[in-house]
């Protein structure tokens, strides 16, 4: 009886210390996996898409990334995955949101942004894809596209986005032109993406927008087209589709708006396309 105890006792004791290693591994585990997320941002994320199919996709369609290095591509399809993995992408009077559509509006993404460590523009979660034009009850107009931080949602309508990349000259692309008011806004949003645009540049930039807008509002003629003029936030927008589709007139008509646009996005179109192999 007193021997039965101390075999009894003794399996209490290895199963008791075994369930307290199984905890400690849990624990360390996940807290790994945590630190790594939360001070690194670094998510693990697989593939959802294949990478071969990525850079296929790419290649096709994206003329940005061909004018990129070998080594800076792998950076380009790395960061598409990781914006990928961390939107939902919702069809809307689609079948559902392709891998074409879901690599190339990652893309517009990442080329605004390929300057700066990555950005996951992390407050919008969700991603609404349309066919074409929509008409939005919420503002009861028609749009091509929108963001919607209330809601943290950024919608593009797949017509106008490929638009967009088809012209590449003509400074109009929505994607650019909607994930530059979703970067905007993140900045301003109080979360580990918050405040990534250097504040000295968004000063020279405020005076700079103020002295565009009045320009455009008071009917001279400018660079930008006239909308534009509507406000500071479209006023960004329209200089991102301009700064990405025609640097070079950009830089030569308003070299200072340019310069400090430049510096605010890390990264400058012209030195990429002379870098072009
Ligand atoms: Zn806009």
């Known amino acids: 009886m007193m021997l039965d105890l101390q075999i009894l006792k ?72 990781h914006f990928i993995a961390s939107k939902q992408f919702i069809p809307r009077q689609l079948d559902e949101v392709t891998p074409d559509m879901k690599v190339l509006i990652a893309a517009s993404f990442v080329q605004l942004t390929f300057g700066f460590p990555q950005i996951n523009l992390m407050h919008f979660r969700r991603i609404l894809v349309y066919p074409d034009s929509y008409y939005s009850t919420i503002s009861r107009r028609h749009h091509k596209g929108e963001v919607n931080p209330q809601h943290r949602l950024i919608v593009i309508s797949w017509k106008n986005f490929t638009d967009g990349y088809l012209n590449k000259t003509d400074s109009i692309n929505l994607g650019l032109h909607e994930m530059a008011h979703a970067l905007q806004l993140e900045n301003k949003i109080r979360n580990k993406e918050y405040n990534f645009l250097d504040t000295a540049m968004l000063r020279k930039w405020d005076v700079l927008v103020a002295r565009e807008i009045s320009k455009l509002q008071q009917g001279e003629s400018s660079f930008f087209r006239r909308y534009a003029g509507t406000d500071e936030g479209e006023f960004f927008s329209v200089a991102v589709e301009n700064f990405f589709e025609r640097p070079g007139e950009f830089k030569q008509k308003l070299p200072d708006v340019y310069a400090v646009l430049v510096k605010l996005l890390k990264q400058d179109p012209l030195e990429l396309f002379q870098m072009a192999v």
């Open 10 to 81: 003794q399996i209490h004791g290895f199963f008791s210390s075994t369930f307290l290693l199984v905890v400690l591994v849990v624990i360390s585990y996940i807290g790994y996996f945590y630190i790594r997320y939360k001070y690194f941002n670094l998510k693990v994320v697989l593939p959802s898409i294949p990478i071969g199919v990525v850079n296929k996709i790419l290649r096709e369609h994206f003329g940005y990334y061909n004018q990129l290095t070998e080594s800076a591509r792998a950076r380009f399809i790395s960061r598409v995955l």
